[in-house]
């Protein structure tokens, strides 16, 4: 399988608890990342898991492998609905860096097809990286007050 993955990195003004609170709040997500719709916490344990409806008409669930509050989550899609992808993952990090916390993400999607991963690959990762600085940013400039 062809993967489209990337990595974004951020500080915030504030706190790993404070960052990692609000951006692991679902009923908050569509207001920062525009590529989420809906999101729906399904289960809280044994393992905490979400249903997305994202942009494109795509539909997964997100099934958390690690969910260490303040410093870290890492997950997995599955039951994903879509023309392009079959699955995908990725892990969030939270440092403190002074007084604010060093965000970064890790985020891939798995192509359906290698051919098509093969074909689309670059434009995929490049549109992945930009939604993911931008929903990275508008989060921040939420947490900070800008907006």
């Known amino acids: 399988m062809v993967n489209a ?21 679902y009923r908050h997500r569509p207001t920062w990342d525009a590529s989420v719709l809906e999101a729906e916490v399904e289960e809280e ?8 409806r994202g942009v494109g008409g795509m539909k997964f669930r997100l099934r958390y492998k690690v969910f260490a509050r303040p410093t870290k989550t890492s ?7 879509s023309i392009l992808f079959s ?14 916390t060093r965000w970064t993400q890790h985020n891939t999607l798995t192509f359906r097809s290698s051919f098509v ?4 690959g670059p434009l995929v990762r490049w549109q992945l990286r930009r939604a993911c600085r931008r929903a990275m940013r508008t989060a921040k400039a939420i947490l900070e007050g800008a907006r």
């Open 5 to 25: 993955t990337v990595t974004n990195t951020l500080t915030i003004a504030g706190s790993p608890e404070r960052v990692w609170d609000y951006t692991q709040d």
């Open 45 to 52: 344990s044994p393992a905490r898991v979400v249903r997305v």
């Open 117 to 120: 991963g093969w074909l689309l």
């Open 75 to 81: 997950l997995v899609m599955t039951d994903v609905r």
């Open 87 to 100: 699955g995908g993952g990725g892990s969030w990090v939270y440092e403190r860096d002074g007084a604010g």
